[in-house]
């Protein structure tokens, strides 16, 4: 049974960072697509940041050149690194995998992590 565990999240000031890690149990990360959502209060979720199996990224407009995403298929963890957080980046945020294998349309989510960033 895949398992994605999410942790790093809390509270920071506007301007602040945050690390998130995303650690995968029960299959091999490298058979995955990797990425983080996130939802916003009253809003859905959206992508925020997405790596290949092969290390191609791809960021939403609005966190590019402040977040960056990585995997390290060795312990099975996807991160994401927030610089320079503001107060619209407040959020639940989601792990996700994606199955490489053919015919195959697995996806697995985390159970999320809060991020706050407030005064």
């Known amino acids: 049974q895949v398992q994605l565990v999410e942790s790093g999240g809390g509270s920071v000031q506007p301007g602040g960072s945050l690390s998130l890690s995303c650690a995968m149990s029960g299959s091999i990360s490298s058979m995955y697509d990797m990425a983080w959502y996130r939802r916003a209060p009253g809003k859905e979720r959206t992508l925020v940041a997405s790596i290949a199996n092969g290390g191609t990224t791809n960021y939403a407009g609005s966190v590019k050149g402040r977040f960056t995403i990585s995997r390290d298929n060795a312990k099975n963890t996807v991160y994401l690194e927030m610089n320079s957080l503001k107060p619209e980046d407040t959020a639940v945020y989601y792990c996700?995998?994606?199955?490489?294998?053919?015919?195959?349309?697995?996806?697995?989510w985390g159970q999320g992590t809060q991020v706050t960033v407030s005064l």
């Open positions: 996700n995998a994606r199955s490489l294998v053919p015919l195959d349309s697995s996806e697995y």
